[in-house]
Every structure is written in C-alpha cells, then in structure tokens.
C-alpha cells in the first residue's frame, strides 16, 4: 500500500524552503548596494588589491600610516564641505580659510600664549564661515559666487599681513596633532584620531538629530522645507559657521602635519576637498550624501596618488584618473537621480 500507513506520522522534512531565503538575501544584497557609501567601498577596495599586486610596498604598514596621515587635513576639510554641499551649496574658500587661520594662529604664538593663538584662530575661521553663511542665507547670492570672492580676497590677505612669507611654527599644543603612536611600523597620529571621531560626530549629527534632518531637506527642497516649519535662512548659516570650525580644526592639523604657517600652501585644497565628497558620493544638487562616504571619498584619491606614484605613473596621469573619477560619480548621481524621479 502505497503512502504513509495508518496511525504512522509523517517524518517531518529537515529541508528548508530555499526560494524565500534566496529572496531574502538577494533583497539585503540589493539593498546594500544601493546606499551610499556602497559604490566608493567598492572602488576603495578594488584600489587596494590591485595596488597591493601592481608593487611591493604598498600594502606595508609604513605605507598605509603614510596614506592616513596624508588624508588628515584634506579629509577635515572635505567634511565641512560635505555639509555645504549637502545644502546645494558649495564653498571654494574653504582652503583660503584654513591656511589664513594657521597664519593668524602662528602669528599670535609668537607672543607665548598658544592656547590663545589657537583660539583666535578658530574664532576667526568661524566668523569667515559666519561672513559666507549671512551673504548666501539671507541676501540668496549664490554660493559659488560668494566663496569665490572670499576665496580670492582671503588668499590675498594671508599673502599681505605676511608679506608673503612663512611662519614657523612652535612644537607642543600646534603641532601635537602630528604626534601619535607606533604599532610595529603603523604610526597613529592625534591628528588621524581627530578625523576620523569628527566624522562619526558628523555623521550622528546629520542621522541623528534635527539640525541634521533640515540640513537634508534643505539642500532637498528649500521650498517644501519652508513650508514644513524648517528655518531655512537658520540651518543655512548654521552650516556654513559649523564648517569654519572645522576648517580651523583642519589648519590646527596641518601645523602637525608641516610646522610651518605658508600663506601660498594649500593652494587646491578647496578643489581637493570638493573632489573627495563628489568620489564620495555626496549628490552637488544637494539632499543626498554623508560625511562617511567622504571619508571614503578621501582615501580613494590618496590611494589612486599613492598607488601610482609607487607604480611609477607620472602625476599627470594620477590628475586625468582623479578628474574622470570626478565625471563618472556625477554622471552616477545623475543616473540615481533620474530613476527616482521615475
């Protein structure tokens, strides 16, 4: 007789439907990929092996120290223009500050008070980022415009009060950020530490709390903000006087990283800077992006120098692949954009 017989139960199957587990997976796959960070990961890694079999030395502890410290101060940067940007906005004069903030913070060292120097120093890099804030939230120039002439004057200030000469700058408070510790050849300097917990107070800041919501809504839809109850005027100038303090964090960074106070360095950190948050995914029409994904952002275009350099490609071309990385995540925000309109 064929089938179970009377009275006997059937012996319950050990397998597991394999179709809803495909799915699912498949669902938290699509879903991975789809964040932001995801594509930058992705090259970030690429980069990484192929590089490591390309030369010997690259994937070396003194080598990848090297590199982290090299990012420091661009990736401070980057995060305040991230903010910026995050608003639609965009800010050319983020170098200018921060190199006119360590000219001004080595100039008052001079005098022995370098808690003070410090200070001013911040102070004067948020009360530029407060300048920029006030001209582009509430007489609604644009702010490509509006850093573009700060830029330009703040450069020209920095070469005037210096004579266009260099500052030395003091050991101890300055240039601490370029200390740090030694783990068999890998060198973690305050500097590195700083970037990186800024980015995960950043980062909580935009996910987190309700500056951060608005920061997105504005640089999303300013009208439908408005009309939401958002201060629109408000979290524009916000952001532009949080991101000069980080420019003074990251001019407080490069004295560790150079002890010396050079009003025509740093020449294309703004340039630098907007590259490593556009490689990092943050949308330039603003709404969509993060501080993580610039850090990112940040190793990419260090790795790619790195990387070719060692492999003994000259500069020019380190400059033709960093400008079509550019044009390639532009061109992918604007595909990503597209479909969501869709």
């Given amino acids: 007789m064929s089938g179970t017989s009377a009275g006997t139960a059937p012996v319950p199957s050990t397998e597991r439907p394999k179709g809803p587990q495909k799915a699912l ?138 004579n266009s000469q260099s500052y030395p700058v003091e050991s101890g408070l300055l240039t601490i950020l370029g200390k740090g510790m030694n783990f068999g050849g890998f060198t973690v300097t305050w500097g590195m530490l700083l970037w990186l917990g800024l980015t995960a107070a950043m980062a909580y800041a935009l996910s987190r709390t309700r500056w951060g919501v608005h920061v997105y809504a504005v640089g999303d839809l300013p009208s439908a903000a408005r009309l939401n109850g958002v201060k629109v005027t408000r979290v524009l100038f916000s952001v532009y006087v949080v991101a000069g303090i980080i420019y003074a964090i990251a001019a407080w960074q490069s004295m560790g990283r150079t002890p010396i106070a050079d009003p025509s360095g740093f020449q294309t950190a703004n340039l630098d800077s907007i590259t490593a948050v556009v490689i990092g995914g943050t949308s330039l029409f603003g709404g969509r992006g993060g501080v993580i994904g610039t850090l990112i952002g940040t190793l990419i275009v260090i790795v790619l120098q790195n990387g070719l350099t060692q492999a003994g490609i000259d500069s020019l071309y380190q400059q033709i692949a960093t400008g079509a990385l550019v044009i390639v995540a532009v061109l992918v925000d604007q595909v990503v954009r597209r479909k969501e309109k869709s």
Wanted: proline residues 3%; charged residues 5%.
């Fill in 25 to 162: 997976w498949r669902n938290r796959s699509q879903a991975l990929l789809a964040t932001q960070i995801a594509g930058p990961l992705i090259a970030l890694i690429v980069a990484i092996v192929i590089f490591s079999f390309v030369t010997d030395t690259f994937l070396t502890a003194p080598n990848m120290s090297l590199m982290l410290q090299q990012s420091v101060v661009i990736g401070t940067l980057a995060i305040g223009q991230t903010l910026i940007i995050l608003t639609a906005g965009i800010d050319l004069a983020n170098g200018a500050i921060m190199v006119l903030g360590t000219v001004i913070i080595a100039r008052f060292a001079t005098d022995g008070n370098l808690v003070l120097a410090l200070l001013l120093g911040i102070v004067f890099c948020a009360v530029a980022g407060a300048i920029n804030g006030a001209i582009v939230s509430r007489w609604k120039l644009p702010p490509f415009i509006v850093t573009l002439g700060t830029f330009t004057i703040l450069t020209a200030v920095a070469r005037l009060i210096t």
